[in-house]
């Protein structure tokens, strides 16, 4: 006699164990996305008008199956305006993109042909070499949740560079930065009082541009 064999299985249905919660989908790197992420350079100042330009050029030469995405990295950076600070966007790598495409004959011509475009960034006559992984989630701004942090803040001035003190009992000083501290917002100033350069730490709002 044969016994007809029935298949079971450990996965239950929604309607089985009531369960209809939605799965947590991790955030899914950028490199990971369809294609290869390549540089590009464009001449400094012209970024935002040559990812115009390329998004066009892709709809009409209907490339849209061979490059998907033209990015600018930005950062948020604090600087000091007006005595006061405020949070600006800025281009992380000034006159380059980053552009991810799958790399043939028609597709690099399209982007190396763009108005602004000045070339791949490591082609050497040959064909470019895209992006590793790291290097991908570093430009694209991929963080472990124990990195992230505020805003980078961007000081207006540097070390060894000549400041007037503003305010305070050595106003209208003249001294030379020693030392710049991010995290407390103050810097170490050598101020020459009575003939001799002495240290004194001020605020990033008591000192100015000579």
């Not at 033209?70 to 992380?92: C, S, Y």
């Not at 050497?124 to 590793?132: A, F, G, H, V």
């Not at 501290?181 to 709002?205: A, C, H, M, W, Y």
């Given at each position: ?19 209809t919660t939605t799965p947590e989908l991790r955030p899914q790197s950028p490199y990971d996305l ?121 000081p207006a001035w540097e070390v060894g560079e000549q400041v007037r003190v503003a305010t305070g009992p050595f106003a209208d000083f ?37």
């Amino acid at each position: 006699m044969m016994v007809e064999k029935v298949e079971t299985s450990d996965e239950l249905t929604t309607e089985e164990t009531g369960d209809t919660t939605t799965p947590e989908l991790r955030p899914q790197s950028p490199y990971d996305l369809p294609g290869d992420w390549y540089v590009i350079h464009s001449y400094s100042g012209y970024e935002n008008k040559v990812k115009a330009n390329m998004e066009t050029r892709v709809t009409s030469m209907h490339l849209e199956d061979r490059i998907f995405e033209v990015h600018i990295p930005m950062e948020d950076v604090v600087e000091f305006k007006g005595g006061k600070k405020v949070t600006v966007p800025k281009k992380v790598f000034p006159g380059y993109l980053l552009v991810r495409m799958s790399l043939d004959d028609d597709s690099w011509y399209a982007v190396r042909n763009t108005p602004g475009v000045t070339g791949f960034v490591g082609n050497n006559n040959q064909k470019p070499t895209p992006l590793s992984r790291r290097e991908v989630e570093r430009f694209l701004g991929v963080q472990k949740e124990e990195e992230k942090s505020g805003p980078r803040f961007k000081p207006a001035w540097e070390v060894g560079e000549q400041v007037r003190v503003a305010t305070g009992p050595f106003a209208d000083f003249n001294g030379i930065i020693e030392d710049i501290n991010l995290d407390q917002s103050k810097v170490v100033v050598l101020v020459n009082i009575f003939g001799r350069d002495t240290p004194v730490e001020l605020g990033f709002d008591d000192i100015q541009k000579n």
